[in-house]
């Protein structure tokens, strides 16, 4: 048996990588790029926890009290959400494996190839079929729990650094990413207009370069005295999850 660091191996797994379409990751074996996440280590799992604090008791003034009830959505606005539009996500999705394992070649190939036969289309179509509820309909949370878990991970923030500092990323399952990009595909139109043109991120056609000349352009503009950059400390995970 070759030892893991062997030539023989690197090679292998360059291959096999290449052929999977993970261009970033064989570069990166290629390259010898170490790992940038953390063992499970106690001293990490502390700084985990510090970085989730449990929600507080949700105080009735950070609430928006209305009487107005939110729109009824028409469930004929997914009827066109069909099994197509999920093989279509399932091609397009990329990236690690969420607590299941299940990585998006599985998912890819579970749900567009065509050796599968009828099995792969019934799929398909079951998952659009769920799609659609989640879309139209109250689910409970503690249903779909196994949906929405996450894998966390800790990356090393700074390298070298004598003071350990990590960034913690949550790796969610595959499915729930194809399920989310199949429906932001089909609600597209709606959400960047929705959004305005303040969220690049929405689907706007070069929407990041016109925010970087627009940037560029305020910044040495004749008026502009000052330009403050604004950081929250571990914003999104400091969020009370009760109040949202």
């Given at each position: 048996r070759l030892p893991k660091n062997s030539a023989v191996n690197h090679q292998r797994g360059f291959v096999r990588?290449?052929?999977q379409g993970r261009v970033g990751a064989a570069l990166r074996l290629l390259n010898g790029t170490p790992s940038a996440a953390f063992d499970s280590t106690p001293e990490?799992?502390?700084?985990l926890k510090e970085k989730h604090p449990l929600a507080a008791e949700v105080s009735e003034d950070h609430l928006?009290?209305?009487t107005t009830m939110p729109p009824r959505i028409e469930p004929a606005t997914f009827l066109s959400l069909d099994a197509s539009s999920i093989t279509r996500s399932a091609a397009e999705t990329k990236g690690g494996?969420?607590?299941s394992g299940m990585s998006d070649q599985?998912?890819?190939r579970m749900l567009c190839s065509k050796n599968l036969g009828k099995a792969s289309e019934k799929l398909a179509h079951e998952v659009a079929l769920m799609t659609r509820k989640l879309c139209t309909s109250y689910v409970d949370p503690t249903s779909i729990s196994a949906l929405l878990a996450c894998k966390l991970i800790a990356l090393d923030k700074a390298p070298g650094a004598e003071q350990l500092k990590i960034r913690p990323i949550g790796v969610g399952e595959v499915l729930r990413r194809i399920v989310g990009r199949a429906v932001t595909q089909h609600l597209k139109g709606d959400i960047t207009s929705a959004a305005g043109p303040l969220q690049t991120a929405s689907g706007h056609q070069g929407g990041v370069e016109a925010a970087v000349h627009t940037m560029n352009d305020l910044f040495f503009h004749t008026d502009t005295q000052a330009a403050i950059l604004?950081?929250?400390r571990n914003a999104f995970n400091s969020l009370n999850r009760r109040t949202a």
């Open positions: 990588m290449m052929l990490v799992i502390a700084l928006i009290s209305t494996a969420g607590p599985l998912w890819a604004v950081d929250a």
